[in-house]
């Protein structure tokens, strides 16, 4: 299936923690996104990635580090993870001009 | 911030009535799309209309776009149980932006068989 996939589908970790979310996409589209979903529903990007190169940070905590190590793959690594960083956290992809393509998102729960 | 504003924040209709959500933005765009979420999943893309456009449709959907008061309409025709859903439009300001998507709140539909 030709598709934007993440893993892990759910992440529940304690404060202070350092946690990793994946994101793969197999539809050959050469950017890449994180977006941030509060509880509110509110949608706001984090970081794109173009080519492998970083485009787009969005006045995210340095404690937020993404990581493209193809233009398919790109990774989103936090430290010291905070109460506050609880949200749905979803990958998407494109190609300049059209729709973004998501991935089904990670629900990030820091206790 | 916010680039969009939508309304309703709430519709609920019965099955087979239309649903029209509204957006507004404040800059200037390069397309203009709307997305649909259904709870506890990711996006999906629905439709895409360019600046250039004022009215682009897809099946059931009919979106308009007025780039001088800065607005976008969704119509859902015949609305189904299954159109219950989050929908969200998003801005492309493109240039640099490559393809970075603002959204707005978005409209919870619930559509009663």
């Known amino acids: 299936d030709t598709a934007v996939s993440q893993t892990p589908k759910y992440l529940v970790t304690q404060m202070g923690n350092d946690k990793s979310i994946k994101c793969e996409q197999n539809?050959?589209?050469?950017?890449m996104y994180w977006y941030k979903q509060d509880s509110k529903k509110f949608l706001k990007i984090m970081f794109s990635?173009?080519?492998?190169?970083?485009?787009i940070n969005e006045t995210v905590p340095n404690r937020f580090s993404p990581k493209s190590p193809d233009k398919a793959h790109l990774n989103l690594h936090i430290n010291s993870l905070e109460l506050g960083d609880s949200a749905v956290y979803f990958c998407?992809?494109?190609?300049?001009?059209?729709?973004?393509?998501f991935g089904p998102g990670t629900r990030l729960t820091v206790l | 911030s916010q680039q969009g504003e939508e309304d309703p924040q709430a519709l609920s209709i019965q099955e087979g009535e239309n649903a029209t959500m509204n957006c507004s933005y404040k800059t200037s765009i390069n397309n203009l799309q709307w997305y649909r979420q259904n709870s506890g999943r990711g996006l999906v893309h629905l439709i895409l209309i360019r600046s250039n456009e004022r009215e682009k449709h897809s099946g059931r959907l009919r979106v308009t776009l007025d780039t001088s008061k800065k607005s976008s309409s969704l119509l859902i025709t015949a609305s189904r149980a299954a159109d219950t859903a989050s929908y969200f439009c998003?801005?492309?300001?493109?240039?640099?932006?490559?393809?970075?998507?603002?959204f707005g709140q978005g409209t919870i539909l619930t559509v009663h068989p």
């Open positions: 990635y173009n080519n492998k190169e970083l485009i």
């Open positions: 539809l050959g589209h050469d950017t």
């Open positions: 998407a992809s494109s190609l300049a001009g059209t729709g973004s393509s």
């Open positions: 998003a801005t492309d300001a493109g240039g640099t932006s490559y393809g970075k998507l603002t």
